[in-house]
């Protein structure tokens, strides 16, 4: 298991690594899934624009951007995060910065367990995995992490 975080023009956000990556691999677990190699890349507006852009032909903002490498039960990928457009969600629904942070974090991993949210009715689905996943993350992991 390798899941690593990276930045590119950005800080990295307020991450406890060691309960995060427990948890995501647990989340993983919930079903049948090994965690593989995982790359989280956390970039600025720009960026996550331009590999909208390049990668998928779309030309708008987002908050994550999920390459799939996964074989198998093992999943792999690369995992683009803007945690500009995380802090704007998190304004605009009315939660705080490491809720949807996190939220975000386990996102991609839901993806790369093979559920997706662009049909109609999958989103609902995405979200009631997301806070199902999110009621399995240990109180500590935001012990001590301020609002951003």
Not at 11 to 16: D, H
Not at 46 to 71: C, G, M, P, R
């Amino acid at each position: 298991m390798a899941i690593t975080y990276h930045t590119e023009n950005e800080n990295l956000p307020p991450i406890k690594k060691r309960i995060v990556n427990k948890w995501i691999q647990s989340v993983a677990e919930c079903y049948g899934k090994k965690i593989g190699e995982i790359a989280y890349i956390f970039c600025s507006e720009a960026k996550i624009l331009e590999v909208n852009n390049a990668y998928l032909q779309h030309d708008y903002y987002t908050d994550i951007i999920t390459f799939d490498y996964s074989e198998g039960n093992r999943i792999s990928g690369d995992i683009f995060i803007c945690p500009d457009t995380i802090k704007t969600n998190a304004e605009k629904f009315k939660t705080f910065y490491p809720e949807e942070l996190h939220r975000i974090i386990i996102h991609g991993i839901l993806h790369l367990c093979g559920i997706d949210d662009k049909a109609p009715g999958e989103r609902e689905l995405m979200e009631i995995n997301e806070n199902k996943a999110l009621s399995m993350l240990p109180e500590e992991a935001y012990k001590n992490i301020k609002q951003r």
